[in-house]
């Protein structure tokens, strides 16, 4: 051992490496160098005869066995290199790297190992390690396919997505070129893709993988260079992305695009309805990769084929069939709330199917046809033959799209007859115009009027057609509906054929519906009423300053010869000169009626919102002294604020309250109450005096009618009838002998 260990020392203790000798058949130290003792903390004495594990750390998966096999494989001539945990005297721990060899000495055979401290590397290497792991690890799960190239384009590293996708192992990918991997069409793409990362340094390109099988797989590719600390390119390194998904969703919004294309501008054609179908059905047989398209039209247990287009003789255009042998009976069924759908009717269930045995159909596609919730028909796709592959959800939907056209123009076209049919029975002129103003119906009445006929004014713009109505009430009431979509109306003039109109305005989907009612004639007594009135006023002007002062010259002559004479005059003859007066007094009052009725209109005042209660409240106490005289009683309930011209509503109920007061006799008693109604608030007068005598009640709101008025000149309920009819309002009178008298009044609410 001394012999050993001066050898050892004197060989070894220059190169600043651990240097030991281990007795190949046990293992254990033979011989160390100092560089050992300052690494393992232990002295030349306490190594000697030491096996491994004594200085190994425990718990680190080292074990006396492994280094034994190291050991012997270097005694078999087998080179070890490996790192080993080592636990010095202290406790402390260290990594070492281990290298084993066998050696000779004095004809000895031995195990010489070279222990090296690599615990710094080690602590720079562990984030390294654990970085590389994490990085092989993300690039495995990655869901993407993962590749790096070398700068000549093949492959140099892969993930397993990679292989999955395209069915090779790693074996078969070693070495491929990335060309290898794509169609033989997109390989130029492929081709420019490598050359241009090269020279930009980053790419994003289209093309499909072709994989071990020939299937061509949609991807989207990014590429980006792969440089040293000087710049230079070292590969190129990418990901790809499956677009199988999106495009396969391109294309069928693609072929949806089209469909929509077509059929829109099918339906846009200024042609019949059954041409437009037979267009549709047309396009509908291609798209669908059938021989047959059909529309249906159920009646009872038939069916008859509207439309037909294809070459099945049975189910042309007109042909007609037993509903219970179709196939349409199944896509009718209130269970069946999608199209029919039947892509292999022999296979499918349908081989005993009545419609199978008489039209031989492999394949259908129906949907049914709705005219105001009712089911009229169908429309259909069928051959004779079953389809190759499923109907695809775009055309079950096209299908479906088809039938609810077909099923809104049927129910359009059935209505606009049953509108047709009702407007030609209206007595008043109706025409309607589309959103542009587009004259689109003109009936007889409107004919007739303007003397226009149908066919001159279809489809002209009314505008153009009718200039003299533009810039006046109608274009603005018309414009007015089309936007609000509320209806409205106005009056109008007319003065190319003469005549007054009031407009009613109906916005719908389509445009303006315009019932145009001739009140030509109101208008005419309107204007005569309002000449009358006219004359009226001019009349009571002339009674007011023509006729009251002589009728004061009367009394005041009557009342100064009453004076004069005094004693004189006989008691008959006072008798005829008190007639006289009153006879004045009476006129005077009749002219004053009469001025009263006069101005209801010329000295009216705006409408504003009035308390009703209020009103009445100050009438009753203006009526106290008459009240307490006729020992009369007035309740009044709760009123409503109306739009109302104030000192006529004032007007209007004292002359009511004075009439009942008066008429109603002693002790009567006046209740006056309000209600809402649908016409507006009507205001209920009552009395429980004797009644109005049933022959009179026609005529107490006439002029100088003294039946029911306080005042005997006849002119108070008059009055108040022209009150009511300036407020667009109505009056009327319910009595009975005995049971007393209601007047009453219903104004609007507005």
């Known amino acids: 051992m001394k012999l050993m260990q001066q050898t050892v020392e004197s060989v070894f203790d220059d190169l600043g490496v651990g240097i030991m000798l281990h007795d190949p058949e046990t293992g254990r130290i033979v011989g160390a160098n100092s560089r050992v003792e300052e690494l393992y903390g232990y002295t030349e004495a306490e190594l000697s005869g030491r096996s491994v594990a004594d200085y190994s750390a425990t718990g680190d998966g080292f074990t006396q066995a492994d280094v034994e096999a190291r050991i012997q494989a270097a ?12 636990e010095r005297a202290d406790g402390e721990r260290f990594w070492a790297a281990v290298r084993l060899a066998h050696t000779t000495l004095d004809g000895e055979d031995y195990v010489l190992a070279e222990v090296s401290d690599i615990s710094a590397r080690k602590h720079h290497q562990r984030p390294l390690d654990i970085e590389q792991v994490f990085l092989d690890q993300g690039l495995e799960t990655l869901k993407n396919p993962f590749y790096l190239l070398g700068v000549d384009g093949t492959l140099q590293r892969w993930n397993a997505t990679l292989a999955e996708t395209l069915g090779y192992s790693d074996a078969e990918l070693e070495g491929m070129h990335a060309l290898d991997l794509f169609d033989e069409a997109d390989q130029p793409t492929v081709e420019a893709a490598i050359a241009e990362v090269r020279e930009t340094g980053s790419v994003i390109v289209e093309a499909a993988f072709c994989t071990a099988d020939g299937e061509l797989i949609p991807h989207e590719f990014t590429g980006t260079q792969l440089t040293d600390d000087h710049g230079t390119i070292q590969g190129i390194i990418g990901i790809g992305r499956d677009i199988s998904a999106h495009k396969k969703r391109l294309d069928r919004l693609k072929t949806q695009e089209e469909m929509l294309r077509q059929f829109n501008q099918t339906v846009a054609k200024s042609i019949p309805f059954e041409e437009k179908v037979a267009e549709l059905l047309e396009f509908g047989r291609g798209y669908m990769g059938v021989e047959q398209g059909f529309l249906t039209r159920i009646n009872g247990d038939s069916q008859q084929i509207v439309v037909g287009v294809g070459p099945n003789q049975q189910l042309k255009t007109g042909a007609n069939a037993p509903f219970s042998e179709s196939y349409c009976r199944h896509t009718v069924s209130p269970d069946q709330a999608e199209p029919l759908v039947v892509t292999d009717a022999a296979n499918d269930g349908w081989g005993d199917d009545p419609a199978y045995d008489r039209f031989g159909l492999g394949c259908y596609a129906g949907a049914t046809i709705t005219v105001d919730g009712e089911t009229t028909g169908t429309l259909c796709f069928a051959d ?14 096209f299908v479906e799209l088809l039938a609810e056209w077909a099923s809104y123009e049927l129910e359009r076209t059935e209505r606009e007859a049953k509108y047709r049919r009702l407007t030609e029975r209206i007595s008043d002129a109706y025409y309607a115009v589309d959103t542009d103003f587009t004259v689109t119906y003109w009936n007889d009445t409107i004919a007739d009027r303007l003397d226009v006929p149908r ?43 003469d005549y007054w109109t009031v407009l009613q305005i109906y916005p719908d989907d389509d445009g303006l519906a315009v019932i145009s009612k001739d009140i030509t004639d109101r208008k005419e007594y309107e204007q005569r009423l309002e000449r009358s009135n006219e004359r009226l006023q001019e009349f009571a002007y002339i009674l007011s300053h023509d006729l009251q002062e002589p009728l004061r010259m009367v009394s005041s002559y009557i009342d100064l010869l009453e004076s004069e004479l005094g004693d004189d005059l006989d008691a008959e003859t006072k008798e005829y000169m008190q007639f006289a007066v009153d006879g004045a007094g009476r006129m005077r009052g009749m002219i004053d009626g009469l001025l009263e009725y006069s101005r209801v209109e010329t000295d009216g005042k705006a409408f504003e919102p009035v308390d009703a209660e209020a009103v009445v409240d100050g009438v009753v106490d203006d009526l106290q002294l008459a009240t307490a005289e006729a020992d009369a009683e007035i309740i009044v309930g709760d009123l409503p604020t109306v ?108």
């Open 75 to 86: 005694v078999d001539g087998e080179p070890q290199e490996f790192e080993w945990r080592i």
């Open 384 to 397: 004779r033959g079953p389809v190759d592959a499923e109907f695809t959800e775009i055309q079950e939907t």
């Open 455 to 497: 066919e001159d004014v279809l489809n002209e713009s009314l505008w153009d057609y009718f200039p003299e109505v533009t810039d006046t009430v109608v274009e603005d009431r018309l414009r007015e509906a089309m936007t609000t979509g509320e209806p409205t109306t106005c009056e109008y003039y007319y003065e190319p054929a």
């Open 643 to 750: 739009a109302a011209d104030f000192d006529q509503l004032g007007q209007l109920f004292q002359n009511l309250l004075t009439n009942a007061i008066d008429h109603g006799g002693d002790g009567t008693t006046v209740e006056v109450t309000a209600t809402e109604t649908t016409q507006g608030v009507e205001f209920a007068v009552s009395d429980d005096g004797p009644g109005i005598p049933v022959d009179q009640q026609d005529e107490i709101f006439g002029l100088f009618d003294t039946g029911r008025d306080s005042d005997g000149t006849g002119i108070g309920l008059a009055v108040c009838e022209r009150i009511v009819t300036r407020h667009d309002g109505e009056i009327r009178v319910e009595s009975a002998p005995s049971e007393g008298t209601t007047f009453y009044i219903t104004l609007p609410d507005n």
